[in-house]
């Protein structure tokens, strides 16, 4: 069984193998992209996961008050991320470059680069899950330093920009994914792509793509 929750603007809550992992799950909005809603953020203090992963310390990927605050109430959850994301969520242990399991459920960071010249120098890691189904959890990540990866997957998460541009598409062609689920969207009333009708969507074609909206549980 494999199935995510959108929590937050690049991420949420992934249940396999009967584990739950938070990915990037709990953040503050920047510009068009949504904050955590009070409410999800209430509802995640009441769910402890049994890990969670933070692919970098961008506010709009991690709300540092939140995210201790939640890690203070579910007590003992080991979380993954760079240094950065150490440094933000001290005094929580952060493990850094190291991987993890969640029972049969096998986390490893993949060092990663961001999207976007002007951000290169961002620390980043990328998660790839492996259970019962492969999943590929990007961040922000930049799509074309993934050119040749071979590995199959089961589900890739990842930015718009991915569905949006011909070269992000073009690499998720060559991952190859089952599925596709498009994360870190602008909101509704901001869509230059047109992605969330689909209709900048319709010229993609031989890979389900999925936009959860906050909140929304979907199932693989």
């Not at 970098?56 to 240094?83: M, S």
Request: charged fraction near 20%; hydrophobic fraction near 45%; glycine fraction near 10%.
């Amino acid at each position: 069984m494999c199935k995510f929750t959108r929590t937050a603007n690049a991420g949420g809550l992934l249940e396999l193998d009967g584990r739950s992992i938070l990915l990037d799950g709990i953040c503050d909005g920047a510009g068009p992209y949504l904050p955590t809603p009070p409410g999800m953020l209430d509802a995640l203090l009441e769910r402890k996961p049994d890990l969670m992963v933070v692919t970098h310390a961008h506010p709009d990927h991690l709300a540092p008050d939140a995210a201790v605050e939640c890690l203070f109430a579910w007590g003992g959850i080991p979380v993954l991320g760079t240094r950065d994301v150490a440094r933000i969520l001290s005094p929580w242990p952060v493990a850094v470059g190291e991987a993890a399991a969640a029972g049969p459920v096998g986390v490893a960071p993949i060092p990663s680069r961001h999207i976007g010249a002007a951000r290169r120098e961002v620390e980043h890691v990328s998660f790839l899950l492996k259970g019962s189904r492969r999943c590929f959890f990007l961040g922000d990540a930049a799509p074309l330093q993934w050119k040749g990866w071979t590995e199959p997957l089961d589900v890739l998460f990842a930015p718009f920009a991915y569905a949006a541009t011909n070269a992000g598409w073009r690499v998720v062609e060559e991952l190859s994914p089952q599925r596709l689920v498009l994360l870190h969207m602008p909101a509704r009333d901001y869509d230059p792509e047109r992605l969330w009708n689909m209709e900048g969507l319709s010229h993609r074609r031989g890979i389900p793509v999925t936009i959860p909206e906050m909140g929304e549980t979907v199932d693989f």
